[in-house]
């Protein structure tokens, strides 16, 4: 539980200062035998830092549930 609830944590934390990230991706839009054109196209994710919050907290809680379990 203890390992959970630091990965948690660590998780929201990296999730509050990081809101979001993009994956780029290419595509072929041409290819005619040696002539190769490719299109590069990002996208966008993004996350509320709320949502790292929440997990700050649930972290914490599997922390303070496994040091009483024990």
Avoid: H
Wanted: aromatic residues 6%; charged residues 15%.
């Amino acid at each position: 539980m203890k390992t959970l609830g630091i990965v948690v944590l660590a998780l929201g934390i990296i999730m509050t200062i990081f809101t979001g990230f993009n994956i780029i991706t290419k595509e072929k839009v041409v290819d005619i035998g040696p002539l190769e054109i490719n299109k590069e196209e990002k996208t966008p994710i993004y996350w509320s830092p709320i949502t790292g919050g929440i997990l700050i907290v649930a972290g914490a809680i599997i922390l303070v549930a496994g040091r009483k379990g024990s």
